[in-house]
């Protein structure tokens, strides 16, 4: 499906998958959004590959993944310290 551009039909296995109540959908659905997002990486497709990556649960994967999420990642140390402050006195 990635090799010949199907996003929609990926988006659509991938939901099916996270329903059927398979044990471990997410880790699964994870790994088959990867190699969806790699193949297409390879193809010059890059434009393609951030609705995908929205889709991976697994915020190491995603970043992994050349999200656009790094920069709220990287400011997690500042939210956790600002709910420390404010939310846990």
């Not at 990642?73 to 939310?87: A, D, E, K, S």
Request: proline fraction near 3%; include cysteine; charged fraction near 20%.
């Amino acid at each position: 499906m990635a090799l010949d551009g199907r996003l929609a039909d990926i988006e659509q296995f991938i939901s099916c998958v996270q329903r059927s109540g398979v044990s471990e959908a997410n880790s699964v659905c994870d790994d088959v959004l990867v190699l969806c997002v790699q193949v297409l990486a390879e193809k010059q497709d890059s434009a393609d590959t951030e609705p995908l990556i929205k889709l991976i649960v697994d915020t190491g994967r995603k970043v992994s993944c050349g999200s656009s999420l790094l920069p709220y990642v990287l400011r997690l140390p500042q939210i956790v310290t600002f709910f420390n402050y404010f939310c846990l006195c």
